[in-house]
């Protein structure tokens, strides 16, 4: 376990971080599966979660990249900031080399750039709904602001 002001990052099984997320997420419901989800608890409770999972975008697939699908909190102060760095550790640990994530513009990404992440700017937005694959959105469709965090290899 590691400890970043007052938080405790922990595991979680995939059933309660979906559960936390029913409860606390604003706009989604949980994601249909994951690689891996964390944890951060104020020591005595649960705060906040974030799962980990395959790149939603096809192109982004590549096998060296995973992406944060999901963070809920409860609203606990650095909360967001110390999910994202436990996630880039975790990922690093198990040999990913990027891991990115998207959020809506007025999210602002304070936490994320406070975990080390780069803007990448304006990302899709959108209906995933197509004449041949009708869908029905179930969840905010404008355009997002993509970020990520890289392993950058040292020069040898």
């Avoid at 944890?39 to 192109?59: K, L």
């Avoid at 606990?76 to 999910?83: D, F, P, V």
């Avoid at 304070?110 to 975990?115: I, K, P, V, Y």
Wanted: glycine content about 12%; proline content about 5%.
């Amino acid at each position: 376990m590691s400890t970043r002001r007052g938080l405790t990052v922990q595991p979680i099984t995939q059933r309660e971080a979906f559960a936390f997320i029913e409860r606390h997420h604003r706009h989604h419901r949980p994601p249909r599966g994951s690689l891996f989800q964390v944890a951060v608890s104020d020591g005595y409770e649960v705060c906040g979660v974030a799962v980990v999972g395959r790149p939603v975008a096809r192109m982004a697939q590549d096998g060296w990249t995973a992406e944060v699908v999901r963070v809920a909190t409860d609203g606990t102060r650095n909360a967001c900031s110390a999910l994202y760095g436990a996630c880039w550790r975790a990922a690093k640990a198990l040999g990913y080399r990027r891991l990115i994530t998207y959020t809506l513009p007025e999210e602002g990404g304070a936490s994320l750039r406070g975990a080390g992440w780069t803007c990448l700017g304006k990302r899709g937005g959108g209906s995933w709904s197509r004449e041949g694959r009708p869908r029905v959105d179930l969840h905010p469709t404008q355009v997002k602001l993509g970020w990520e965090v890289r392993h950058h290899e040292e020069a040898p």
